[in-house]
């Protein structure tokens, strides 16, 4: 339950989201167990028909954890694209390093062990979709070089966004995420009005915001 949708909203959608293969399950499965926090499925059908629909060669992840995401945006991209993706903690390195290795994607997803501030400045590849999906109070950092990366015509998406709805009312706001949410806003309020793009902001999962870059 994220705040975000109904319950039975929610319950409905991911009802009629048909399974994914087996080695996903296992994963999905292992997250789970492991209280280790995965795109939910309504999030993983939007990225599915976003690449589907855009087929972007080059992609950017922030925030790795087991490597689900990656394999869900591998498995829906062109033959030919290529992922990389940040993640800081090694653990969380080592386990992604092996679901990969089971996959059939293999050769085509990288993994940058650090954190995504160091990382971030010493990219030179452009990108043409990007997920952002770590540090929820660092987004509009990582946006910002993220930006400077993207080709025209690409998008950003970036997850959790409204961040079990704290980030729409201060009458869900825990203490200990005021400065998240705060942050969160600044960002929100920064991809709707930052001039080359366009943002949305959707209700979806724990809340997704998506920025294309004009192509001008
Ligand atoms: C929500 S999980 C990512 C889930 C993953 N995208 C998926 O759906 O399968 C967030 C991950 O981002 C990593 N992370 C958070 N801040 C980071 C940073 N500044 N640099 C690199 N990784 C970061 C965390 O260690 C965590 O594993």
């Known amino acids: 339950m994220t705040n975000i949708n109904e319950e039975y909203i929610e319950d409905y959608i991911r009802s009629i989201i048909p399974t994914n293969k087996d080695y996903l399950v296992q994963i999905e499965q292992y997250a789970y167990e492991n209280h280790v926090p995965i795109i939910e499925p309504e999030v993983a059908q939007l990225i599915k028909v976003l690449l589907k629909n855009n087929k972007p060669k080059n992609i950017l992840e922030v925030g790795t954890a087991i490597g689900y995401s990656a394999l869900i945006m591998a498995e829906s991209a062109d033959k030919e694209a290529r992922i990389t993706t940040i993640e800081r903690r090694e653990d969380m390195v080592d386990i992604a390093n092996e679901n990969i290795a089971n996959s059939p994607f293999k050769d085509r997803i990288k ?3 650090g954190d995504a501030q160091d ?15 770590g540090a929820k109070g660092q987004y509009l950092e990582f946006f910002k070089y ?19 709805g704290m980030v729409a009312t201060d009458d869900l706001v825990i203490r200990r995420k005021k400065t998240i949410v705060k942050r969160l806003r600044t960002f929100l309020q920064y991809i ?11 209700p979806l999962g724990d ?3 998506l920025t294309y870059k004009e192509d001008k």
Not at 147 to 163: Q, T
């Open 119 to 133: 990382i971030l400045p010493q990219l030179n590849e452009t990108y043409d979709f990007i997920f952002l999906d």
């Open 207 to 209: 809340g997704v915001a």
């Open 192 to 202: 709707n009005n930052i001039d080359g793009y366009t943002s949305c902001v959707m």
């Open 111 to 113: 993994i940058i062990k």
């Open 146 to 164: 993220c930006s400077e990366y993207l080709k025209p015509g690409g998008l950003i998406m970036s997850d959790n966004v409204l961040f079990k």
